[in-house]
């Protein structure tokens, strides 16, 4: 079984943050310069939240207020859901079905590791299903004897 470890050793552990203080037009600048969808929002390595483009769209529409006139704590989600880097994948999927959220911070004890996504989870579980077919179908044929 693939942990979340195994995915973010082969997708990379980049995580991009901002800090609370700085505007969320600002931050959807940074979101679009790196194609991403969530940022973790810190305060030196202190995670204080995550600000997803949802929270941006929903949060300062909602408010009557602007982007450029609203900071990013005004509208972060400061109770984040994580995952340790040793769980399963499918529980992964579970979490992020049963919450509906698209983005996932990644712990291994206190030490932010990562950021997943959906899409993150979904392409590596078709790459893991994909492996298993192919072995299945190597076992089947009688390939390698």
Same mark, same amino acid.
């Given at each position: 079984m693939s942990t979340v470890r195994d995915m973010i050793?082969?997708?990379?552990?980049?995580?991009?943050?901002?800090?609370?203080?700085?505007t969320v037009f600002e931050a959807l600048k940074l979101m679009a310069?790196?194609?991403?969808?969530? =940022? &973790?929002?810190?305060?030196? @390595?202190?995670?204080?939240?995550?600000?997803?483009?949802? $929270?941006? +769209?929903?949060? /300062? #529409? =909602? &408010?009557?207020?602007?982007? @450029?006139?609203?900071?990013?704590?005004?509208?972060?989600? $400061?109770? +984040?859901?994580? /995952? #340790?880097?040793?769980?399963?994948?499918?529980?992964?999927?579970?979490?992020?079905?049963d919450k509906n959220i698209r983005h996932l911070p990644v712990f291994d004890d206190k030490e932010l590791l990562g950021l997943i996504s959906v899409r993150d989870v979904l392409r590596e579980m078709v790459d893991v299903q994909q492996f298993l077919i192919s072995q299945l179908e190597h076992y089947i044929t009688g390939g390698g004897r």
């Open positions: 050793r082969n997708k990379g552990s980049e995580v991009f943050s901002i800090t609370a203080d700085v310069q790196h194609n991403t969808g969530a =940022l &973790m929002v810190v305060n030196g @390595k202190k995670v204080e939240g995550i600000l997803s483009e949802r $929270d941006c +769209v929903r949060k /300062v #529409e =909602l &408010m009557g207020k602007t982007a @450029k006139g609203t900071t990013v704590g005004e509208v972060m989600t $400061d109770k +984040v859901i994580y /995952v #340790e880097a040793s769980q399963p994948l499918e529980e992964c999927m579970a979490l992020m079905i």
